[in-house]
């Protein structure tokens, strides 16, 4: 059975940082993906990155600011997250073995989630 597992959660003041990890048990994935859903909001991906690393997709809210990689060693993907806004409050769920990107049907394993709150 596969094992998604997320950490590094937290609270934070605007302005601050946190990184996420995500380890998955079994193989390399194709897409891995962060995800997030505020309280009486859809899910909506955050970043998503391709096996190999070097394509990733990213929404328009975070972009220059969330920073995802993976280890594939590791069967871990990393989500560093700078400039945090109180907006970026939410419930994170790291995602494996996506068809496409960004998409929260197009992934088969889901973590259980790692809760990021940011004052103001």
């Known amino acids: 059975q596969v094992q998604v597992v997320e950490s590094g959660g937290g609270s934070v003041q605007a302005g601050g940082s946190l990184r996420l990890s995500c380890a998955a048990s079994?193989?390399?994935?194709?897409?891995m993906g962060w995800f997030r859903q505020a309280p009486g909001k859809e899910r909506e991906g955050v970043a998503a990155?391709?096996?190999?690393?070097?394509?990733?997709v990213y929404a328009d809210s975070v972009k220059g600011r969330f920073t995802i990689s993976r280890d594939n060693a590791k069967n871990t993907v990393y989500l560093q997250m700078n400039s945090l806004k109180p907006e970026d409050t939410a419930m994170y769920y790291c995602?494996?073995?996506?068809?496409?990107?960004?998409?929260?049907?197009?992934?088969?394993?889901w973590g259980q989630g790692t809760q990021v709150t940011v004052s103001s």
């Open positions: 995602a494996a073995e996506g068809r496409c990107p960004m998409v929260p049907a197009c992934f088969g394993y």
């Open positions: 079994g193989y390399t994935y194709n897409w």
């Open positions: 990155i391709y096996r190999g690393g070097g394509n990733t």
